[in-house]
Each structure stands twice: as structure tokens, then as C-alpha cells.
């Protein structure tokens, strides 16, 4: 039975939001997007290789606003359009998607490494403060000389 005469609780603001996806938390949070790191990937070989965006974009038979769109992970281009754009840089996509995993795998491996309590403290530098036994593999003392 309900209780009819006690008076319902107001709606907050948190409520009335629908959250489509979980909220990400820990390393995933700052995980960025496919588009992004793609887009960066193909900047990034471009401007190595000392292209222009014109020229690349002619090469690929893409449209100038819309690789640049794409570089800076506006766009989520097709595969066609992906291979295009590889190509014209001398990469195939299984070259494009190493070098995107790459920058995902630098990416996690840099956010574990960044301390989650808001201290400047890093993973590194607390390794690093842990002393280290100074003996050898057999047992016997290891001297340092400074």
C-alpha cells in the first residue's frame, strides 16, 4: 500500500537527465575517439612527409575541406575515404591502424601513469622514490661507489 499522505519528493535536475552511456571512469575516461586519433594519425604523416593538404587531398581524390575536416577528427570518414588518404601518403590501412594503435597504447600508457588523486606525484617518480636493494643475483652485497 502507499503511503498517500506524505508528499512526493521533488525531481532533481540529475534526474530528469537521460544518460545514454555509462560515465567513464579511471584510465577510460580520458579515452579519446576513433576520429581524433585517426585524424591525427594522418596530420601527423602528412606533415612529416612535408605534404601539403592540397596535394594530398588531390592525390586522394578527396576534397580539401573535407580531409581537413577529417584530420581534426570532425568527420567520421569511411574506410574508402581512410584507404584514400592512406595511400596518397604512401601507407596502407593496416600502416594507418598501427600507427593509431600506437597513439592509443602512449595514450593509456601516459593516463595510468598520471596520478588519480590530483597529486603532481606521477607513477614514474613514485617508482623511482622506492628504494632498491643493492645486492647482486647470488646473494652477496653490491657495493656503490658515488
Known amino acids: 500500500m502507499v503511503d498517500s499522505s506524505r508528499a512526493p519528493e521533488p525531481i ?8 545514454l552511456r555509462p560515465v567513464p571512469t ?3 575516461a580520458r ?3 576513433w576520429r581524433d586519433v585517426v585524424g591525427d594519425v594522418l596530420r601527423r604523416e602528412r606533415l612529416a612527409r612535408g605534404r601539403t593538404l592540397k596535394d594530398v587531398a588531390e592525390a586522394a581524390r578527396i576534397s580539401m575541406p ?15 575515404v581512410l584507404a584514400a588518404a592512406a595511400h596518397a601518403l604512401g601507407l596502407g590501412l593496416a600502416d594507418l591502424l598501427a600507427l593509431a594503435q600506437r597513439r592509443l597504447t602512449g595514450e593509456r600508457r601516459a593516463a595510468a601513469e598520471r596520478p588519480s588523486d590530483g597529486s603532481a606525484t606521477s607513477l614514474a617518480a613514485r617508482r623511482a622514490a622506492v628504494p632498491r636493494r643493492a645486492t647482486r643475483r647470488d646473494g652477496g652485497a653490491l657495493l656503490l661507489a658515488a
Open 12 to 19: 532533481r535536475a540529475d534526474d530528469r537527465r537521460v544518460q
Open 26 to 28: 579511471g584510465v577510460n
Open 66 to 80: 573535407y580531409l581537413s575536416e577529417v584530420e581534426r577528427g570532425r568527420k567520421e570518414a569511411s574506410s574508402e
Open 31 to 33: 579515452e579519446p575517439l
